[in-house]
């Protein structure tokens, strides 16, 4: 799946990229309320979910040709990793901001589970 292979490394990039940015302030004890504050935290979630899912998606291109998935469950499990891998980031950042926007997190939740359980199938299948 050369998209998600393409899309794995544009995040991975991206990740450093927001790492950089959030490292020129790390050392400010009271930047975006704290180490410790939702905000931060929630900040750096997003960061490291740049990194982990795009090498998901990375990870599910290399093995995508051996799953034993017909070609509409393929192209879902392939839909929903990107999904996931867009959406998660940016939950992250709508919600530190706007707390109230966390419920959205069900959308890269439920778009990960899909994929992943998709996989999982396509690994089992004789």
């Known amino acids: 799946m050369p998209l998600n292979a393409a899309f794995g490394w544009i995040w991975i990039l991206a990740s450093f990229l927001a790492g950089m940015l959030l490292g020129l302030r790390f050392r400010e004890d009271d930047w975006l309320g704290g180490y410790g504050s939702f905000r931060r935290r929630l900040l750096r979630l997003g960061h490291v979910s740049l990194a982990g899912l ?10 995508a040709e051996r799953l034993h998935l017909g070609p509409a469950a393929l192209a879902l499990a392939s839909r929903a990793f990107i999904a996931g891998g867009f959406t998660m980031p940016l939950c992250c950042g709508l919600a530190a901001f706007r707390p109230r926007l966390q419920p959205l997190f069900a959308v890269p939740v439920v778009s990960l589970v899909l994929g992943a359980s998709l996989v999982v199938v396509g690994i089992l299948r004789p």
């Open 54 to 63: 795009g090498i998901l998606n990375v990870l599910f291109a290399l093995c």
